[in-house]
């Protein structure tokens, strides 16, 4: 299904939050996600269900200033 991830859209093959970053190669609970604008808890992705064309935001903190 097509997906917006970051601004991109991408074909994936995930029907959940936690599979998508799976998939993605995405790491550690210290990421922050959002599903259609909607902040989506680490203990939450394995329960939200991704529809075609759902916006999703991966977040991670950097180093720097």
């Known amino acids: 299904m ?3 991830i970051n601004g991109e859209t991408r074909e994936v093959l995930a029907a ?3 599979a998508l970053l799976t998939e993605l190669d995405y790491e550690g609970n210290w990421l ?3 599903h259609n604008g909607e902040v989506v808890p680490a203990r939450e992705r394995s329960g939200c ?3 075609e064309g ?3 935001e991966v ?3 950097m180093k720097g200033g």
């Open 2 to 4: 097509k997906l917006i």
């Open 16 to 18: 959940t939050l936690a």
């Open 32 to 34: 922050a996600t959002a």
């Open 49 to 51: 269900r991704l529809s």
């Open 54 to 56: 759902d916006r999703i």
């Open 59 to 61: 977040l991670s903190p």
